[in-house]
């Protein structure tokens, strides 16, 4: 039985006011686009929010600098994306998309 492809584009809004897209016509290419498909996807199902629903944070509010869910965000993006090391985050922070990165993980 063949495959049925659809050539069509997948819509991710916009960063920074420039459109955000995936297609599959080759060109310009990145081995991290799937970020967007897990950013989009943690957006419908609110999975990371859900995830820190289920621990309790002891840390003194006033000197909390990132929520809980953005640091378990992070973690689990950066393990499903292949950055399994924590080193990796901090070159992250100089990757060309960013900005992008940035809004999904947010």
């Known amino acids: 039985m063949p495959t049925e492809c659809s050539a069509g584009l997948f819509d991710f809004g916009s960063v920074e006011g420039r459109r955000v897209v995936a297609a599959f016509d080759g060109g ?3 081995s991290d686009a799937g970020a967007l498909l897990l950013g989009a996807t943690d957006k419908a199902i609110g ?3 859900r995830l820190a629903g ?5 840390r003194r509010a006033d ?3 990132h929520p ?3 640091l378990i965000g992070q973690r689990v993006f950066a393990i499903a994306l292949g950055y399994e090391d924590l080193v990796d ?3 992250l922070r ?4 960013r900005p992008v990165r940035v809004t999904v993980f947010s």
Do not use: G, P, S
């Open 28 to 30: 310009a290419v990145t």
């Open 47 to 49: 999975l990371i929010e």
């Open 54 to 58: 289920c621990f309790r944070d002891d």
């Open 63 to 65: 000197m909390v600098e």
């Open 68 to 70: 809980l869910a953005a």
């Open 89 to 91: 985050h901090d070159e």
């Open 94 to 97: 100089f990757d060309r998309k």
